[in-house]
């Protein structure tokens, strides 16, 4: 709402401003306009007119059992269309107010601007019963006044293109700034002519197939990084190129690049790994897939013990042929069978021991973290965050475990 001006009583008109470039055409020869402006905000501007025009008319017959919205509409357009284009005449008056009070938060875009006007037009109309009886604020008005646009909009009351040659006068007149229309002027037809074909405000159609969206030239670049029907390449670079439109559905279906969790996730491996590099994943990660697997098989024990066993395991016979592989239960029953043939398990950390594993570990843990995180990076696998995770969760199962072994020794 525009608290400078009054809602109810017209402006008075005695503090026009003769714009500058009337008194450069009195001055010199004529200078001849560039009339382009921003088609999409015109368009915009031309789409606030009617429901304007509509709540004009509900309001002020509401409760009139002897007038209908429609009987007045046709005056009503003609008050409306008078009212907003003198209160935009007057808008530069108003600026400069504006300009000189920098407190006040008062939007200087066209659209809200002349939203404003039609606002403020629509509430000057409301009859006694409008103001007085809660009406303005119940939801049966709502109705009538969408009830009232479609109506106009069906029986072409107001066309789109008559609004919009209105919303264009507003427009130029409230767009101090220049940002929405263009304000370049010739002394001959022939350099307009030179001028329109690189305006900045000439119309442009977009060149991606399927889509038909206009925009001025200025704002070409902005739509094509919107555009849904642009070809991108995925955005998780897997190498191919996709409708923007399309991209969320391929990379949660067809991109090779997908996360997925890492087939030992139920084991403890928690990184989510790009689906094409699943195997790489299991042969990187070989060492604490199989520490998972150790854990499974021998629950109780702590991670000294586990990381004895896997050197065990690697010294009786090489594992190279099961990195790479990635069948959980195919992996899990070779190293159980491995595993068993070892005797059994070689408990390490005695009492004095523990609290030393303990304080060794967590400082490891921290060192181990950087480690792992610049590790990551230069593999690219996502999720370093969870790896940290990880290791500060074995930190805690190990003194868990720790205390079992305690327990066990005592006893
Ligand atoms: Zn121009
Ligand atoms: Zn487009
Ligand atoms: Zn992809
Ligand atoms: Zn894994």
Partial sequence: MNLETPNVDLPSTDKEVVPEKIEDEEINEPLIHCELCDAELVHKLAQVL???LSTACVDNTSGDIFRTPGSVAAEMRKEMVDYIT???EICVAESIILDNAPDAEVSDHPYDIISDFVEDFAATKRNLFSRVSGWVLSEKREDKIDDFVQEMDINGFWPLDRREAIAQVLLRNVDF??????????HSVEELAEHVVNCGFRSLICTNE???ATFCANHAEQHDSICPFKIILCEQKCSAFIMRREMDRHCITDCPMKLVNCPFHNLGCQSPVPYSLISQHCSESFDSHLLHILHSVHKE???ETLKHRQQQLEEASSLDYLRGLQNLRLLTSKIKEMDSKLGPLVVIGTKEDTEEAKDDA?????????KSNAADEKKGVPNAAEET???SISTEE???DASIVIQECNN
Avoid: I
């Fill in 50 to 52: 009617l429901p304007g």
């Fill in 86 to 88: 003198m209160r935009s």
């Fill in 177 to 186: 700034k220049s940002e929405f229309h263009c304000d370049q002027k010739f």
């Fill in 210 to 212: 399927g889509c038909t």
């Fill in 301 to 303: 024990a702590n991670e």
């Fill in 362 to 370: 967590s400082s490891e843990t921290d060192e181990e973290k950087d």
């Fill in 389 to 391: 995770k990880d290791a």
């Fill in 398 to 400: 190990m003194k868990a």
